[in-house]
């Protein structure tokens, strides 16, 4: 059974950090791009951060470079998102995703990441 499984979200104060975990199973997810999507209320949901096969090659979306860091670890299975400088508009649920076998490009659109996590919730007070 594949599985994504997200950890650390919580409530955190504006300027303070938070490392989101994603615990990978059921495939070899070390071979897959990752990424970090984020939702809030009302709004569509958008990528914040990719990572390759090799985890050489990231990608952000401008309202968090400089803040964010996306890694992997643990072979590979074990997708990290280190939020620093947090802001109240960062918060959202954030969800882990992996694309397809094969697929190389760090792509930002969601329709493009084939598995999912269940999310985890995030909010950051002013």
């Known amino acids: 059974q594949v599985q994504l499984v997200e950890s650390g979200g919580g409530l955190a104060q504006a300027g303070g950090s938070l490392r989101l975990s994603c615990a990978a199973s059921g495939r070899t997810f070390s071979t897959y791009v990752m990424g970090w999507f984020r939702q809030a209320p009302g709004k569509e949901r958008e990528l914040v951060a990719a990572i390759s096969r090799t985890g050489d090659s990231t990608d952000y979306a401008d309202s968090v470079k400089g803040r964010f860091t996306i890694s992997r670890a643990g072979a590979g299975n074990t997708v990290y998102l280190q939020m620093n400088s947090l802001k109240p508009e960062d918060t959202a649920v954030y969800y882990c995703?992996?694309?397809?076998?094969?697929?190389?490009?760090?792509?930002?659109?969601?329709?493009?990441?084939?598995?999912w996590g269940q999310g985890t919730q995030v909010t950051v007070s002013s």
């Open positions: 995703a992996a694309r397809g076998p094969g697929k190389v490009v760090l792509a930002t659109n969601p329709s493009e990441y084939v598995y």
